[in-house]
Every structure is written in C-alpha cells, then in structure tokens.
C-alpha cells in the first residue's frame, strides 16, 4: 500500500515531533509506573487497574506509530516559495461568506494540522480545496453539506 503525503508546515512538523517526544519519554513512563503499581495490587484476572493501565499502553504504543509514520511520510511546506497571487497550502485567506456577508480569516494547511478553533482548515476540505489556486477577489463556490456556498477571497497572506 503507498503511504500518503502528509503535508505540513514547519511548525506543524516540529509539534508532531514535541508529542512524539512526550509519548515515547513521558507518557511511556508514567504508564510504566501505572502498570507497576496495578501489578502490586495482586490476582491480575480481577485488577481493573491493571487491565486500564495495559489498554493505556496499547494506544500509546499506535498513536506513536502513527506519529512516526507521519513523520516519515512528511513534506514540510517551504515557506520561502509560497506567494500571495493564488491561494497555497500555508496562507491566510480572508474571505466574506456571501450568504451571512461575515468576514472570516482562514488558515489553509495540511489534514494533520486541522485546527477549527483557531480557523486553521484542511486542503483537503470542501472549502479549502475550493480556496486553492484560486485569487484575490475572486468568487468561489464551495460544494457543502449544506448546499452550495459562495466565498470572495478579499486578501491572500503568509
């Protein structure tokens, strides 16, 4: 099977690297400890701690691999070669949703840097796919859940 692509920025790149760092290092440990202590505890068939401490450990050792395999499958965005004629992975867009004629402030990126609280959209979703390549003060329509919705890009930043 060919692995995807998983595209980043450079900060996104060296936060995945922070949490595979804590997992591996910190979390290892205190799940070590966890284990430790259930163990003391006796008769394992019947020690609830044990068995959520063994389960912890299990989804620690896959969200690693899985932040390995991200790491290994990383194209880091080179922030020197984006620009602002056309919309890229890596720019903030501000639009006017049409419909509600509101202002929005939208951070295109990579699926793995997803961030809705702080407007940070994938280019790989509806309207972030829709936003790419396209330029200042144009219209876009974006294919939604909800219908058809329409964008005018009114600037394009790094």
Known sequence: MEEKEVILTQEGYENLEKEL???????????????????????LSENSEYDE??????????????????????KIIDESEIDTETVQIGNIVKVLDMEFDEKVEYTIVGSTEVNLAENKISNESPLGS???????????????????????ILSIKK
């Open 21 to 43: 760092n804590y997992l591996r290092t910190e979390k290892r440990a205190e799940i070590a400890d966890r284990i430790k202590v259930a163990l003391g505890f006796g008769d």
């Open 53 to 74: 401490a063994k389960t912890a450990q299990a989804e620690n050792e896959v969200k690693i691999a899985e932040l390995e395999n991200k790491i290994r499958h990383a």
């Open 130 to 152: 829709s936003l790419l390549g396209a330029k200042k003060n144009h219209v876009v329509e974006v294919n939604a859940p909800a219908g058809i919705m329409k964008y005018k």
